[in-house]
């Protein structure tokens, strides 16, 4: 009982004076301090995650990006690799590594032979958050990306600044949204399927009379904005962390 301090409480019972308990104090000292939201000082909540001005996800998130350079419609050319969607992939993982990220990039590109959305690691094993370069949440997991779309725009690049927008054209005619977006090349449809049987050439031409379908950098037309571009055309590329 050393060990202890010793208190003396007074107890009523029964109507019975000067009856008294010894127990050790210790047992009722107040515990940790609880800070705003319920969560015990030097701990971390679930739900208390929030936005970081770089990206800073967890080990198991998945950054997505849109790239801060365009591209022509023949990515092999400017890869000097593989032809198909293979070659933006190397362009994004390059762009990762140059921002400080780790890891393997897939372009979301549809091409001749794969949909965009099956190019990409699935979530058959354990769906992942995914974020974009600032901590934005963008998505639950790869199968609500696609099935749904963004939670939120999916415009800010590998270094985590904005896109530049681009002239508003899709095609040479005036943007469906009326609005100055960034152009996406994606060769899919809404749900990442396959828009183009061979976008431009399998991605390997920039002929004026070849053309891919592309996306713009809102969250309702990210994929497929509802009109082709011409391949000699400029267009960035979005990026997703495997």
């Known amino acids: 009982m050393s060990s202890h301090r010793i208190a003396l409480l007074a107890l009523g019972l029964m109507g019975i004076p000067g009856c008294f ?3 050790p104090l210790d047992e009722f000292q107040e515990g940790p301090a609880v800070a705003d939201g ?3 000082e030097g701990g971390t909540s679930s739900d ?3 936005d970081a001005p770089s990206f800073e996800g967890g080990a198991n998130d998945r950054l997505i990006f849109v790239t801060n350079a365009t591209f022509s419609g023949n990515l092999v050319s400017q890869t000097g690799g593989e032809g198909g969607a293979v070659a933006g992939d190397a362009f994004c993982t390059d762009a990762a590594r140059r ?5 393997t990039f897939k372009a979301l590109l549809s091409d001749a032979s794969a949909p965009a959305k099956s190019r990409v690691l699935d979530d058959a094993s354990r769906a992942r958050l995914i974020v974009d370069s600032t901590g934005q949440k963008i998505a639950p997991s790869v199968t609500v990306l696609f099935q749904n779309g963004p939670a939120a725009a999916i415009n800010h690049t590998e270094s985590g600044g904005e896109v530049e ?3 508003g054209s899709c095609n040479t005619q ?3 949204l009326g609005q100055a977006v960034a152009i996406v090349w994606t060769g899919a449809n809404a749900t990442g399927g396959r828009s183009d049987a061979n976008p431009c050439g399998n991605w390997k031409s920039n002929a004026s009379g070849t053309t891919a379908q592309a996306g713009v950098t809102t969250a309702d ?3 497929n904005a509802g009109c082709a571009i011409t391949c000699d055309k400029s267009a960035h590329l979005y990026c997703l962390q495997e």
Not at 99 to 103: E, L, Q, R, Y
């Open 48 to 50: 208390a995650r929030t």
């Open 21 to 23: 308990a010894l127990f």
């Open 38 to 40: 319920g969560v015990q």
């Open 99 to 103: 921002a400080g990220h780790t890891g």
């Open 174 to 176: 005036p943007s469906p």
């Open 221 to 223: 037309k990210w994929l």
């Open 165 to 167: 927008a681009g002239d």
